[in-house]
């Protein structure tokens, strides 16, 4: 099976991919000056010394190692870093929180050929994965230069767990070519090993150690400025299906509080468009985009714009995070509980498990299924000062409780590179 997908992406990967990639430039997904970096071009030369490589796929996971990085920075000052993700938005966002301090590439696809060419140019001393996107032609590549794979903050959601369970005896799961995994949890432990991962370990989960998202204190202040003590809550990381439920719990709450404020902030700024027409005209918008300024009579600001996500969080005290009532799984609550927000989600956050358990330990998230609930637990946060501010300390206090996992990790990870830097060096003293 496996010599099957490599002989199918060697030979019909290339004309297929190429293809996408063209479809990929047009639809704005894809960096056309940088394209080339997707068939295993680099864009500069590899600079000497140790050098090691670390892949995160998207936003999220660009977001969980900032703070890790600059701890290695800390400890090795010569090292390099290459760095590796999927998407335009996590480029642009490791290119403006890190700059100069990495070396920042787009990930090639998993074409044998492509795959060579990026490693013989870049030859890691070590590289990470973090979670869980695996490319069997690239692992089993590193593997076979013996290049030592470690994997971060591993995690497997149910559903990939199954599939792969399923396909045990028809393909080596990809988790056989990682020298060491540190996943998130116990529940995460057992799923690793029992598809064959190697010195599996539970290090926790190194997005409590991310760093607060970034802002501008001077939008936040124009904003709060607009704001003038109007309720406002902020609905962060939206997707299709769930703006409607937004809406429907903003006209409910209206009858009520005649002057609410929803800063809405969807997950795909592109959709902007979307959802104003989504809107329609029973409630008054003004998008961010457009460079609309939020009026007294604005129902909705609409925040389509990149890398604000911060600004937003700072400028309401209640946060819902989305993705979370719709089954897509939720998105990180860790964020707004780092910048002191009571923290609302819905039903469908399995993609968070852990993180969810530990807010409900200490009673520091409201969990919501139906818009009815949204609307009642949004009328006793406003009702209730005590309450709402009891929920933002609970959140922040779970937060900052979990930051010393970084501590762990770096532990782990200095052990691992001292030895993968003094074979590196053996080596070419022989």
């Given amino acids: 099976m496996e010599s099957l997908y490599r002989f199918i992406t060697q030979y019909f990967g290339p004309f297929y991919l190429r293809g996408l990639l063209k479809k990929r430039v047009l639809s704005g997904k894809e960096d056309s000056e940088r394209l080339h970096e997707r068939y295993g071009q680099a864009s500069c030369d590899r600079p000497l010394g140790n050098l090691i490589w670390i892949h995160a796929a998207s936003v999220g996971e660009s977001l969980s190692v900032i703070e890790l990085i600059r701890r290695l920075h800390q400890h090795y ?62 692992l089993s590549n590193l593997k076979k230069r013996r290049v030592p794979l470690t994997l971060l903050n591993g995690r497997l959601s149910d559903r990939s767990f199954k599939r792969w369970k399923s396909l045990q005896h028809l393909i080596k799961p990809p988790l056989i070519y990682f020298d060491h995994c540190l996943v998130q949890s116990q529940e995460q432990k057992e799923r690793f090993e029992a598809l064959g991962g190697n010195h599996v370990e539970v290090a926790g989960n190194i997005k409590y150690a991310s760093s607060p998202l970034p802002y501008d204190p001077n939008e936040l202040k124009n904003i709060k400025k607009m704001v003038s003590g109007r309720p406002v809550w902020t609905v962060a990381s939206t997707h299709p299906g769930e703006e409607q439920l937004i809406l429907e719990a903003h006209r409910k709450l209206k009858n009520s509080i005649p002057n609410l404020l929803t800063l809405l902030v969807p997950r795909h700024p592109s959709r902007g468009d979307e959802i104003a027409s989504l809107i329609g005209a029973s409630l008054i918008v003004s998008r961010r985009a457009l460079g609309e300024s939020i009026k007294a009579n604005t129902d909705i600001y609409l925040c389509d714009t990149l890398g604000e996500l911060g600004l937003f969080y700072r400028a309401a005290p209640i946060a819902f995070v989305g993705g979370s ?39 520091a998230n409201l969990e919501i299924v139906t818009v009815d609930d949204l609307v009642a637990t949004l009328h006793r946060l406003w009702s209730d000062a005590d309450f709402l501010l009891s929920m933002q300390e609970r959140s922040l206090l779970v937060a900052k409780k979990h930051e010393k996992v970084l501590d762990q990790v770096m532990v782990q990870l200095v052990n691992l590179l001292d030895h993968s830097f003094k074979v590196t060096k053996n080596a070419g003293s022989t």
């Fill in 325 to 363: 009532m719709v089954p897509i799984g939720g998105h990180n609550i860790i964020e707004p509980a780092q910048v002191g927000a009571a923290v609302i989600h819905g039903a469908y956050m399995h993609n968070f498990r852990d993180v969810i358990e530990a807010f409900r330990l200490d009673e």
């Fill in 77 to 138: 000052p010569q090292l390099t870093v290459l760095m590796t993700t999927q998407t335009v938005t996590s480029a642009e966002l490791v290119n403006k929180r890190l700059g100069h301090n990495v070396i920042h590439h787009y990930l090639p696809y998993d074409v044998p050929s492509w795959i060579d060419r990026f490693l013989d140019h870049w030859q890691p001393d070590h590289a990470f994965w973090v979670e869980s996107e695996l490319w069997p032609n690239l």
